[in-house]
């Protein structure tokens, strides 16, 4: 089961003290507002709100004050800063950031104390920072979660295996290293999607290694190499391992392709039966091969399926409808040797 987080969003802490994204953001004023959440990874220039229009001020963004603002602030007297700004705060902002390095008006600053609104300065130009923050906020606002499994890299394909505890997803991921393939994550995967595509990674605490039973906690990159593990990975397969039940029913021609969801993103979903004496790691190959030939537009069932369907048709009789059966071959009559 998949655990999901909360509505999407970072506090203004988060997005002071990145360093990912070189920023370059310091605090001016307004330090109470830290803990304020941000929502949306659009961000905002005021524009006419400065003029005394803010219907169209979002409280879930991050106002950018740039040159044009604060020269247009700057040809108003001090009262009628305060006036402005008054009537701007009260859409309660989630921050304002001075950029180009420019220096604050007293106005502005003392209102953002006064409401305790985050005021923070960049040296950046408007255009670098806006593009630079947009590109935080899409990555700090993706839905995510995290579920019980075992995502692995098998040919380039990112494999979601799944299953309940003890049925083996531990054992297939390692025999799928020690020929080649790449562990992402082991028991806890966490989940973030990114536009249409769901990625995985695996828990801080334990990336890189794999609980067996019987062994313990192993370290995959210590044992076998950096090649042998991956931090992320995009997630194009999943594979749920079930028990095998002589009275279930199971997919046996593939003609019709199962998805679950995760995230809100349908994925490729494929149910394979766990018994003694079959070879699940030689199947998860096999299924990742079979993957990448449907992303070519070669489906395997459905080609058996319409060259079928092309054969009894040839059969069939116009009249009739019906296949016809061909006559059988009168046996051949040989003669007795005659000594």
Partial sequence: M????????????QLLEDTQYDL???????????????SSSRVQKPGLALTGFTEHLHPERLQIFGNTEISYLRTLS???????????????????????GLEVPAPLHEGCDRTNLTLMRTPLISSAFISQVQSFLEEALMASGSLHGV??????????????????????????VM????????????????????????????????????????????LFGVAAVRDRKKIELVIELVEWTPTAEYDRLGLEQESMNILGAELPHAVVPVRPGRNMTTIVEVAA?????KLRGHNSAQEFAERLS?????????????????????TPQYEEDVE
């Fill in 24 to 38: 370059k953001l310091e605090l001016v004023a307004g330090g109470p507002g830290l803990d304020r959440r941000i």
């Fill in 151 to 176: 995502l692995v890299d098998v040919f380039g394909v990112g494999v979601l295996l799944l299953g309940k505890s003890g049925i083996g997803k531990s054992e297939i991921a390692l025999d799928l």
């Fill in 310 to 330: 092309q054969a009894i048709s040839r059969q069939g009789t116009p009249s009739s409808g019906r296949a016809q059966v061909p006559a059988p071959r009168p």
């Fill in 78 to 100: 001090p009262e009628q800063q305060v006036a402005v700004l008054k009537k701007v705060f009260e859409s309660n902002l989630a921050a304002v950031v001075v950029t180009k």
């Fill in 2 to 13: 998949i655990s999901t987080s909360t509505t999407p969003s970072c506090t203004i802490r």
């Fill in 289 to 293: 091969r079979n993957h990448l030939l």
């Fill in 179 to 222: 020929r080649g393939h790449r562990l992402v994550a082991d028991d806890i995967v966490n989940l973030v999607r990114k536009q249409a595509d769901v990625y995985g990674h695996g828990n801080e605490m334990i990336q890189h290694h794999m609980e067996i039973r019987g062994l313990g906690i192993l370290n995959i990159k210590d």
